[in-house]
């Protein structure tokens, strides 16, 4: 079975010619720690969803008062496991023989703080807002764990921003690529979910509009939400999962199930139609491991979560809003396609750009894999 190629980077940024073979106990290793990642990751979202979902069988919607002690103290338990995790990878790598005095305390302090915020995030705010900012913060924080396991492993998720017209024209053929990954993997969720509800199966399934179900009720709430959502799904269980997993040659179906059955739970509120995130979650996986880029796909969910979660949260104007607003972002999405051709054609006249083509550093199927080294 062929296998991408993750791009390994020495301390100065430069790509590995040698890596070693890796043995048995640093394997078992990353994939311990690829597993900690996702529950860490999914059990906050998970509780929600499954209150969510719940009700859809039958189960009372609201948590009893023993219940609810159980839950703060399970995420703060989690919370505090992300503090010393994400600390104790930030002092390994800091030492005065790599960094410098202030490089080093910057480095740590930053780190403690940001851990000790996670921990406050969890707090049960009364507040709907603090509490949709606070798994935000939580979000961003379990993100930079998640890019410190990779880095302590030598696995880059290359988060880079592009720097010439030819990259840039890349990334944005890339990101298409994860809209349109992300329009039909919604599509086929809803298609479900409405033709259920027309024959009338009897099947449980989400009532009432998507953005009402998960409690978000204007622009500025979905936007905040949108940024734990992305920290979450694109960079812990699809890039982070997918690059570890990789690197210490798990097979493809591992690499596909440990993604798409997360992603599938998560949509849970859904009812049956969640399983049709199954082609969201792994066309995703795929594209990340043909091009192995990271911002693209951040770039791609977030926007696309913010234009349709938009068009949900307008439906009390009339009708011919929505298709004019779709309409509208096609346009302004065909017009930044149009600069960037000019932009990338104008830097190399003399070459057809190809801005979709995996380059050296970019994970890339092979029947001949070299050895990778996530030590």
Request: one cysteine or more; glycine letters at 6%; charged letters at 15%.
């Amino acid at each position: 079975m062929s296998v991408p190629r993750i791009a390994l980077l020495d301390p100065f940024g430069r790509p590995s010619s040698e890596p070693s073979v890796l043995t048995d106990a640093p394997a078992r290793q990353v994939v311990r720690h690829v597993i900690g990642l996702l529950v860490l990751a999914c059990w906050f979202p998970l509780m929600a969803t499954a209150v969510t979902s719940g009700h859809l069988y039958g189960l009372p919607l609201s948590l009893t008062t023993r219940t609810r002690y159980v839950v703060i103290w399970t995420q703060f338990t989690a919370a505090a496991v992300v503090f010393w995790w994400l600390c104790w990878l930030v002092f390994a790598r800091t030492p005065l023989s790599q960094v410098t005095p202030r490089q080093r305390l910057l480095q740590r302090g930053a780190a403690a703080l940001a851990a000790a915020a996670g921990m406050y995030a969890t707090a049960p705010f009364p507040i709907a807002l603090a509490q949709v900012v606070g798994n935000a913060v939580f979000s961003c924080v379990l993100a930079w764990l998640a890019l410190e396991v990779c880095r302590a492993h030598r696995v880059t998720l290359r988060v880079a921003l592009p720097r010439t017209a030819v990259e840039r024209l890349r990334d944005w053929e890339i990101t298409k690529l994860v809209l349109t990954v992300c329009i039909a993997g919604c599509a086929l969720s809803f298609l479900l979910l409405h033709l259920i509800r027309w024959t009338g199966a009897g099947v449980p399934v989400m009532k009432g509009g998507q953005m009402a179900t998960v409690g978000v009720d204007n622009i500025g709430t979905l936007a905040i939400a949108l940024v734990s959502t992305v920290a979450l799904e694109d960079v812990v269980i699809v890039a982070a999962t997918t690059a570890l997993l990789t690197a210490v040659r798990r097979p493809a179906w591992q690499i596909y199930t440990l993604v798409c059955v997360p992603e599938v739970l998560l949509h849970a509120y859904l009812g049956l139609p969640a399983i049709g995130m199954l082609l969201f979650a792994a066309g995703r996986v795929w594209l990340y491991r043909q091009y192995g880029r990271l911002l693209p796909f951040m770039a791609a969910h977030f926007t696309f979560d913010l234009v349709g979660g938009g068009i949900m949260l307008i439906q009390g104007l009339p009708f011919w809003y929505r298709p004019a607003l779709g309409l509208l972002f096609s346009l302004l999405v065909s017009w930044i396609g149009t600069r960037l051709e000019k932009a990338a054609k104008s830097a190399c006249p003399d070459a057809e750009p190809q801005p979709a083509t995996p380059d050296s550093d970019t994970p890339q199927p092979t029947d001949h894999p070299d050895p990778v080294n996530s030590r």
